[in-house]
């Protein structure tokens, strides 16, 4: 099938499986690695325990050069017992931070499922640090807990904790919302000042002191689809959504600028123009990696919330097939222009109870499993090749200059799993 053709028939209207059982996934504290590179002068303290300090230190890796702008403040077993007033502790704790560290601009209290089982109140505590150190600082508070979340849930609390406090404005404009990488942000912005819409705010700004409001003149694209919260609480400052398909590959990305440029009166010559040579060079790059892709079938369990943009993708753009598309979430006003594109036939799934999902994997012995990290390693030694979903969030994936890379996430796992077969002959 052409890309440029909707299915006649696409899943807005299937039917979903929704299961609630047990799941397997990481909890939103995940989110700060990439976040805290993305805001240059926010600092990330998360009020938990221990294993939350080696929750972060491992995803974040070893590679911090610099001074870190995240850490844990640890609850003790004297706080979690109710003997010591972590609420004081913390308030200490956060002062000490901001006098030693006055390049932090923003500071964001990070709740944990200790700090919810021992129902701190962070909100109060960060309405309180935030007078105590206004104006440099200003002090908000999300939930990272990994009771009943997924891991990119994790920017969605922290980018809706934000946007009650952004100024209000009447302009019109439009606000991109989801943290890209620096360069895949830049990338966008030029496409669409190309096509003379420059009037463009970024939620989350770099820094804190970057022009960013919203008000009724707003209109906001989502750059990812696991941000309903954030969404919401746009609507709730008069901001208007602008459903479009996410932006990954060629097609997905074509879309996504569409839906903007008619927003914005842009006419088609113009887009024809700024679109038409990235595009091409976006498509080329998807077909070559899509050689080792095409014709093979594809299984995602739920976990980054990506699943149907990137089902959508890798059904049309590199041919492969989809069995099942799990997500945590499905969110039809988030989701309904990419599940209009992907043409009926996979098993929609909503939420997880894993052992079941693992029966529905292992019957379909799909050519690539997309997954977490921990049904990963069990799934390759039963001989299925499997793609970390996590990898997904933390590569430059969006728009056309990184529609080839993103194919090749993909079949770099496919290309692998055929060598060693290879190999074993
Ligand atoms: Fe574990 Fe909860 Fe801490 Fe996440 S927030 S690392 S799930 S204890």
């Known amino acids: 099938m052409s890309f440029d053709t909707p299915p006649s028939t696409g899943c807005r209207e299937a039917p979903v499986l929704r299961e609630r059982g047990q799941h397997e996934v990481f909890c939103g504290l995940t989110g700060i690695i990439w976040l805290h590179r993305k805001m240059q002068d926010a600092f990330f303290l998360v009020v938990g325990s221990r294993t939350c300090a080696h929750l972060l230190q491992s995803a974040a890796g070893v590679m911090i050069f610099a001074e870190p702008r995240f850490g844990t403040a640890i609850l003790e077993e004297t706080d979690l017992a109710g003997l010591a007033d972590a609420q004081v502790e913390l308030e200490r704790e956060v002062g000490r931070l901001i006098a030693r560290r006055p390049d932090i601009r923003q500071l964001f209290l990070v709740g944990s499922c200790p700090s919810e089982v021992i ?60 943290a890209l990488p620096d360069v895949v942000e830049d990338q966008a912005r030029d496409l669409l000042a190309q096509m003379g819409i420059t009037d463009v705010a970024i939620l989350p700004a770099r820094r804190a002191d970057d022009p960013l409001s919203v008000g009724p003149n707003t209109v906001f694209a989502l750059l990812q689809p696991f941000l309903g919260d954030t969404l919401a609480a746009l609507e709730r400052r008069g901001a208007r959504h602008l459903p479009a398909p996410f932006p990954f590959g060629a097609e997905g990305t074509t879309g996504w600028l569409r839906a903007v440029a008619n927003e914005f009166g ?25 050689e080792s892709l095409s014709g093979k079938s594809i299984f995602f369990f739920p976990d980054s919330q990506l699943e149907i943009p990137l089902a959508r993708f890798l059904t049309r753009e590199c041919g492969m097939r989809a069995i099942e598309v799990g997500t945590p979430f499905l969110h039809k006003n988030i989701l309904g222009p990419d599940l209009d594109l992907l043409e009926a ?42 793609k970390w979903a996590i990898e997904l969030v933390f590569t430059p994936v969006h728009f056309y200059e990184q529609a080839g890379d993103l194919a090749g996430l993909f079949s770099r796992p496919m290309r692998r799993r055929a060598a060693l077969k290879l190999g074993a002959a």
């Not at 200003?138 to 891991?151: A, D, K, P, Q």
């Open 266 to 290: 842009v006419d088609d010559a113009t887009f024809e123009r700024v679109t038409a040579a990235p595009r091409a060079r976006a498509t080329r790059a998807v077909a070559q990696a899509a």
């Open 119 to 178: 129902k701190l109140d962070l909100a109060r505590a960060a309405e309180k640090l935030s007078v105590q150190h206004a104006p440099h600082v200003r002090v908000l508070n999300y939930s990272g807990s990994g009771i009943e979340t997924t891991f990119t849930q994790g920017e969605d609390a922290c980018l809706a904790s934000m946007v009650p406090s952004l100024p209000e404005t009447d302009a019109r404009q439009l606000m991109l919302v989801g």
């Open 345 to 386: 036939g996979p098993q929609l799934t909503e939420g997880q109870d894993v052992e079941r999902q693992l029966d529905r994997c292992r019957a379909a012995q799909p050519d690539l499993t997309v997954c977490g990290l921990g049904l990963a390693n069990p799934l390759e030694a039963e001989g299925l090749a499997t």
